[in-house]
């Protein structure tokens, strides 16, 4: 009601030279589309899924910052590439070249994308009791058929980027857990792009379906190799069926011409948990878009997150909890750190309806500004129909504690020790909750690179 | 006295109806309806202002033409046809009054009815009264004890004849005319209101109060007020408002704008209590509303509103915190029932070095309503140790409503510290029962919780005002409150 009238123009001027750019990459995504369909067997129903998608995306175009949930994200910078949509070899990368991206020093199963194709030799997949295979192997086999009808495309939104992702969706990780199934070993999903593109766009589209008592824990990673711009747009469908668990890490310390735009929805079950880590250290522009479905009663979801950025790198967390049943817990907690000239975002929503009686939802979102470039926008949303509920969220900004500072060089710690210690400190509830000592150590690894200290303790 | 139970509660809620609700058989000098340059023209020869301010109106009319109606609140209701609303009405008994003999007796009569007799008010002595019925202010009391401090207390439209200069330096200056749709809106039609000057280092030795009423049927309310605070000085205004029953939804945009110079302090605070609409939401007042404060070095603004009534309320209140310390204040409870929906909150704007701001909201819903807090605290990046604490907090009341959270925090400065917490819960049944087993039945217990849950807010209300606001919040959630 209050925006002046002058911002809105300069908003308008701004959208129109912006309009020239998006309607090339968008026409050229929706000429694409007719060769892809070349490429991909049009008789399978999924295909329908897909026309349908396009003509969505189609319709609605590329985000704008007059669209509320893209207001502090502009798309602009990334949509200005000439991207590639399929990438024309197969390329080929030594294992000893990327064994860093990977956590390596424990047992796990890798689907591993080169270009947005998959790499069987960095691979390493299972039928054995479990599927952890491929998105394209389960689209176009009969035996996956029945997955593919309840679940395929079942929760994820129709909003444009989203319908971008499904309009293309061929590859990506597919994995389904039978019932009473206990995976012994986490799973990995790595991107790997080569820069043999001069810009690549790739669309990976995951399924993960675990179904009653199992449980899995899977780690989910984009890697560039070179300083050519990528764009990532990735769709993600969970669903946690009845007391299954699901842990899900998802570690973004890309390169600075590298962008992501993730999308994961979450279909929960009664009685089942699900957690959703994001660990945003790197990339020019990483949205993260998070969405809990609460389908059940005595549901717990858990989505927490560290972003620790500098440059003019660009953070924005997505998150929703719709919390649609009674008896249902969802906890939120995202922490940000924003050196140089940095942006972040935090927008995060929990909505509950009328029949989610005894609810109990708890969103914080703590941030510390380093510079005075960098800023930080933050939305923390409730809406809330039922009477019986606890709801509450909390969300600061500030710096860090000068007195704390103080004590600790008094104490002989050199200021950039401090300054480290007291921003793990400040991190350390995110940490806690993540199962896999392994990604902790190697969180903290990460850390400490980026704040150029050697801190070598657990958190 | 039997159990007396939230069930019980929400009953009496439902059934409640609007206990201000009649209507005033003045004689009424109203336009036709519709509103075109014509109209806009027309109301500014009837008020006999100078040139000047008929083309800023026409400047905020055509720019409002231009302009199309925002939908981005969590509100729904049927828009109101802008072309089927009268934009003038003054009540025809003129000319003014010196005392209140003057005044006709069946306006007397409804202030009593109101609650709020001019005799009482004018024996408390410490309230002087500009009183408005409809557009035009009848009566003013008290001007003379304000005139001999300097004081300028007076109708919009009298402060534009009589003074032009201050009227035209300061309006729209903090709310402009194309600021938004119904600010515009308001620019181009607005009949009436309240100006207010404190002259430099004058402290205003009494609260001023206005009343507002819209009591002429399909006559939009548009008033328009302006507060000057000079260097050093200090005012606090009152503003409180009822409206009779009626079938049709009665429109209310009003635009307030506060200035604040140097040093000086502004507290402003309102007791809403349109017509809500009754039971089956049927009828019942928009108000769109813009509310703005400008402050200046060690300025402070505070504003502290009780908002029980309304169809649909859209209101913030914002202060731009321009000059280096100066502090911003909100402080507000909203409440709603039946099929009311309210989207109110504030904007802080943080401008300058070592801005305060602090927000506390407290909404409570219950029937079938929709209560919205929104919220903006906005630090640019010259605005060193700037501060902010938020709070907000709903309560519900059944199951049929909903409370809403959307604070909107920007910071683009390392120095600044901000705070913001919301929750929403219902009054808990352990709270009740360690009243109960204190001997203290539920109705007293429910009272005491919603009591001790808007308490923050009434504490800041003036003594005047904090006992109509208690009243007010009887009506509204009648049984609740003791």
């Given at each position: 009601m209050q925006y002046t009238v002058i911002s809105l123009q300069g908003l308008s001027t701004e959208n129109c030279q912006l309009k020239t750019e998006k309607m090339e990459l968008k026409e050229k995504l929706i000429a694409s589309f007719m060769a892809f369909e070349n490429l991909v067997d049009i008789d399978l129903p999924v295909h329908d899924v897909r026309s349908e998608a396009i003509k969505e995306f189609e319709t609605q175009g590329f985000p704008s910052k007059r669209d509320e949930a893209w207001k502090y994200t502009s798309l602009n910078s990334i949509l200005k590439h000439d991207y590639s949509v399929f990438p024309k070899r197969d390329n080929h990368i030594d294992y000893n070249d990327i064994k860093k991206y990977f956590i390596h020093d424990i047992d796990t199963y890798k689907i591993v994308f080169i270009d947005g194709k998959y790499s069987s030799h960095l691979s390493e997949t299972t039928h054995d009791g479990i599927d952890v295979c491929l998105m394209s192997s389960a689209l176009t086999k009969t035996k996956y058929r029945l997955i593919i009808e309840n679940y395929f495309n079942k929760i994820a939104t129709k909003d444009s980027l989203t319908s971008l992702n499904t309009a293309f969706s061929q590859e990506g990780a597919y994995i389904h857990i039978p019932k009473n199934k206990l995976v012994a070993k986490p799973i990995q999903i790595v991107h790997f792009s080569t820069g043999n593109e001069a810009a690549l766009l790739v669309q990976p589209r995951n399924l993960i379906v675990v179904d009653e008592n199992s449980h899995v824990q899977i780690i989910e990673r984009h890697q560039s190799l070179t300083q050519n711009p990528v764009l990532t747009n990735s769709v993600t469908e969970i669903f946690a069926n009845k007391r299954a668990i699901v842990d899900y890490y998802k570690i973004q310390n890309d390169n600075e011409n590298a962008s992501l735009i993730d999308s994961t929805f979450v279909n929960q079950k009664q009685e089942s948990f699900a957690s959703v880590h994001t660990f945003s250290f790197g990339g020019k522009l990483t949205r993260n878009n998070l969405n809990f479905y609460q389908n059940g009663e005595r549901i717990d979801s858990t989505m927490k997150g560290i972003t620790i950025i500098g440059n003019k790198q660009h953070v924005d967390h997505n998150t929703l909890v719709h919390h649609i049943e009674p008896n249902c817990e969802s906890h939120q907690d995202y922490k940000g750190i924003y050196a140089d000239s940095s942006t972040g975002v935090f927008n995060g929503k929990v909505l509950v309806d009328k029949d989610a009686q005894k609810t109990n939802a708890f969103q914080a979102n703590n941030n510390i500004l380093l510079s005075d470039k960098a800023s930080i926008n933050t939305k923390p949303q409730l809406e809330i129909f039922a009477d019986d509920v606890k709801c509450s969220h909390g969300c600061t900004i500030g710096q860090l504690d000068e007195s704390a500072m103080f004590y600790m060089q008094s104490r002989g710690i050199p200021e950039k020790e401090a300054k480290a210690l007291l921003m793990f400190a400040f991190s350390n509830n995110v940490m806690n909750?993540?199962?896999?000592p392994e990604i902790k150590q190697r969180i903290t690894k990460i850390i400490a690179n980026k704040l150029g200290v050697n801190i070598g303790f657990d958190l | 006295m039997t159990k007396y139970t939230e069930d019980d509660l929400r009953e009496e809620l439902k059934t409640k109806e609007y206990e201000y609700g009649f209507y005033t058989d003045i004689e009424s000098d109203t336009f036709p309806i519709g509103l075109n340059e014509d109209v806009v023209r027309a109301i500014s020869l009837k008020k006999e202002e100078p040139e000047w301010m008929t083309d800023w109106r026409l400047e905020a009319f055509r720019a409002w033409e231009e302009m199309i109606e925002p939908e981005w609140a969590n509100v729904n209701y049927v828009k109101p046809d802008f072309q089927s609303i009268s934009y003038y009405s003054a009540?025809?008994?003129?000319?003014?009054?010196?005392?209140?003999?003057?005044?006709?007796p069946e306006l007397l009569e409804t202030f009593k009815k109101l609650g709020i007799s001019l005799d009482e008010q004018k024996a408390l002595a410490g309230v002087a009264m500009d009183v408005?019925?409809?557009?035009?202010?009848v009566a003013t009391t008290f001007k003379k004890t304000l005139n001999e401090k300097g004081i300028i207390f007076c109708s919009m439209s009298e402060a534009i004849k009589e003074h032009p200069e201050l009227v035209r330096k300061h309006?729209?200056?903090?709310?402009?005319?194309?600021?938004?749709f119904y600010a515009a809106l308001n620019s181009a039609v607005f009949s009436d209101g309240s100006f207010c000057y404190i002259p430099k280092g004058v402290r205003c030795p009494m609260e001023l109060s206005t009343y507002f009423r819209i009591n002429q049927a399909n006559t939009g309310q548009f008033e328009r007020t302006l507060v000057i605070a000079d260097e050093g000085s200090y005012v606090s205004y009152l503003e409180g408002c009822t409206a009779p029953s009626r079938d049709e939804n009665q429109l209310h945009a009003a635009v307030v704008e506060l200035i604040a110079m140097d040093d000086a302090e502004i507290k402003y605070s309102t007791v809403q209590n349109w017509f809500p609409g009754n039971s089956e939401g049927k009828g019942g007042v928009f108000n769109f509303v813009t509310k703005r404060g400008l402050c200046e070095k060690n300025a402070k603004i505070s504003w502290t509103q009780v908002e029980t009534g309304s169809a649909i309320t859209w209101k913030y209140p914002s202060c731009?915190?321009?000059?280096?310390?100066s502090v911003g204040e909100f402080y507000s409870i909203a409440v709603t029932n039946n099929y009311q929906q309210a989207d109110t909150g504030t904007k802080m704007i943080h401008l300058g070095k070592n801005t305060k701001s602090t927000i506390i909201s407290k909404g409570i819903s219950a029937g079938k309503s929709q209560n919205s807090y929104r919220g903006l605290v906005q630090i640019s990046?010259?605005?060193?140790?700037a501060r902010n604490f938020s709070q907000c907090d709903s309560l519900l009341m059944g199951n049929d409503c909903g409370a809403h959270t959307f604070p909107y925090i920007e910071v683009k400065n390392k120095s600044s510290i901000i705070e913001h917490e919301a929750t929403t819960s219902k009054i808990g049944e352990d709270q009740i029962f360690y009243c109960n087993q204190r001997g203290i039945d539920t109705e007293k217990a429910i009272a005491l919780i919603v009591n001790g849950f808007s308490k923050e807010v009434l504490n800041k209300l003036p003594m005047e005002f904090a006992v109509e606001a208690q009243k007010l919040l009887e009506i509204s959630l009648e049984g609740s409150v003791g």
């Amino acid at each position: 009601m209050q925006y002046t009238v002058i911002s809105l123009q300069g908003l308008s001027t701004e959208n129109c030279q912006l309009k020239t750019e998006k309607m090339e990459l968008k026409e050229k995504l929706i000429a694409s589309f007719m060769a892809f369909e070349n490429l991909v067997d049009i008789d399978l129903p999924v295909h329908d899924v897909r026309s349908e998608a396009i003509k969505e995306f189609e319709t609605q175009g590329f985000p704008s910052k007059r669209d509320e949930a893209w207001k502090y994200t502009s798309l602009n910078s990334i949509l200005k590439h000439d991207y590639s949509v399929f990438p024309k070899r197969d390329n080929h990368i030594d294992y000893n070249d990327i064994k860093k991206y990977f956590i390596h020093d424990i047992d796990t199963y890798k689907i591993v994308f080169i270009d947005g194709k998959y790499s069987s030799h960095l691979s390493e997949t299972t039928h054995d009791g479990i599927d952890v295979c491929l998105m394209s192997s389960a689209l176009t086999k009969t035996k996956y058929r029945l997955i593919i009808e309840n679940y395929f495309n079942k929760i994820a939104t129709k909003d444009s980027l989203t319908s971008l992702n499904t309009a293309f969706s061929q590859e990506g990780a597919y994995i389904h857990i039978p019932k009473n199934k206990l995976v012994a070993k986490p799973i990995q999903i790595v991107h790997f792009s080569t820069g043999n593109e001069a810009a690549l766009l790739v669309q990976p589209r995951n399924l993960i379906v675990v179904d009653e008592n199992s449980h899995v824990q899977i780690i989910e990673r984009h890697q560039s190799l070179t300083q050519n711009p990528v764009l990532t747009n990735s769709v993600t469908e969970i669903f946690a069926n009845k007391r299954a668990i699901v842990d899900y890490y998802k570690i973004q310390n890309d390169n600075e011409n590298a962008s992501l735009i993730d999308s994961t929805f979450v279909n929960q079950k009664q009685e089942s948990f699900a957690s959703v880590h994001t660990f945003s250290f790197g990339g020019k522009l990483t949205r993260n878009n998070l969405n809990f479905y609460q389908n059940g009663e005595r549901i717990d979801s858990t989505m927490k997150g560290i972003t620790i950025i500098g440059n003019k790198q660009h953070v924005d967390h997505n998150t929703l909890v719709h919390h649609i049943e009674p008896n249902c817990e969802s906890h939120q907690d995202y922490k940000g750190i924003y050196a140089d000239s940095s942006t972040g975002v935090f927008n995060g929503k929990v909505l509950v309806d009328k029949d989610a009686q005894k609810t109990n939802a708890f969103q914080a979102n703590n941030n510390i500004l380093l510079s005075d470039k960098a800023s930080i926008n933050t939305k923390p949303q409730l809406e809330i129909f039922a009477d019986d509920v606890k709801c509450s969220h909390g969300c600061t900004i500030g710096q860090l504690d000068e007195s704390a500072m103080f004590y600790m060089q008094s104490r002989g710690i050199p200021e950039k020790e401090a300054k480290a210690l007291l921003m793990f400190a400040f991190s350390n509830n995110v940490m806690n909750s993540v199962k896999i000592p392994e990604i902790k150590q190697r969180i903290t690894k990460i850390i400490a690179n980026k704040l150029g200290v050697n801190i070598g303790f657990d958190l | 006295m039997t159990k007396y139970t939230e069930d019980d509660l929400r009953e009496e809620l439902k059934t409640k109806e609007y206990e201000y609700g009649f209507y005033t058989d003045i004689e009424s000098d109203t336009f036709p309806i519709g509103l075109n340059e014509d109209v806009v023209r027309a109301i500014s020869l009837k008020k006999e202002e100078p040139e000047w301010m008929t083309d800023w109106r026409l400047e905020a009319f055509r720019a409002w033409e231009e302009m199309i109606e925002p939908e981005w609140a969590n509100v729904n209701y049927v828009k109101p046809d802008f072309q089927s609303i009268s934009y003038y009405s003054a009540p025809n008994t003129k000319p003014k009054y010196d005392s209140l003999d003057e005044v006709d007796p069946e306006l007397l009569e409804t202030f009593k009815k109101l609650g709020i007799s001019l005799d009482e008010q004018k024996a408390l002595a410490g309230v002087a009264m500009d009183v408005v019925i409809d557009s035009v202010s009848v009566a003013t009391t008290f001007k003379k004890t304000l005139n001999e401090k300097g004081i300028i207390f007076c109708s919009m439209s009298e402060a534009i004849k009589e003074h032009p200069e201050l009227v035209r330096k300061h309006i729209g200056t903090v709310v402009p005319q194309k600021d938004n749709f119904y600010a515009a809106l308001n620019s181009a039609v607005f009949s009436d209101g309240s100006f207010c000057y404190i002259p430099k280092g004058v402290r205003c030795p009494m609260e001023l109060s206005t009343y507002f009423r819209i009591n002429q049927a399909n006559t939009g309310q548009f008033e328009r007020t302006l507060v000057i605070a000079d260097e050093g000085s200090y005012v606090s205004y009152l503003e409180g408002c009822t409206a009779p029953s009626r079938d049709e939804n009665q429109l209310h945009a009003a635009v307030v704008e506060l200035i604040a110079m140097d040093d000086a302090e502004i507290k402003y605070s309102t007791v809403q209590n349109w017509f809500p609409g009754n039971s089956e939401g049927k009828g019942g007042v928009f108000n769109f509303v813009t509310k703005r404060g400008l402050c200046e070095k060690n300025a402070k603004i505070s504003w502290t509103q009780v908002e029980t009534g309304s169809a649909i309320t859209w209101k913030y209140p914002s202060c731009i915190l321009k000059g280096d310390n100066s502090v911003g204040e909100f402080y507000s409870i909203a409440v709603t029932n039946n099929y009311q929906q309210a989207d109110t909150g504030t904007k802080m704007i943080h401008l300058g070095k070592n801005t305060k701001s602090t927000i506390i909201s407290k909404g409570i819903s219950a029937g079938k309503s929709q209560n919205s807090y929104r919220g903006l605290v906005q630090i640019s990046a010259r605005a060193e140790n700037a501060r902010n604490f938020s709070q907000c907090d709903s309560l519900l009341m059944g199951n049929d409503c909903g409370a809403h959270t959307f604070p909107y925090i920007e910071v683009k400065n390392k120095s600044s510290i901000i705070e913001h917490e919301a929750t929403t819960s219902k009054i808990g049944e352990d709270q009740i029962f360690y009243c109960n087993q204190r001997g203290i039945d539920t109705e007293k217990a429910i009272a005491l919780i919603v009591n001790g849950f808007s308490k923050e807010v009434l504490n800041k209300l003036p003594m005047e005002f904090a006992v109509e606001a208690q009243k007010l919040l009887e009506i509204s959630l009648e049984g609740s409150v003791g």
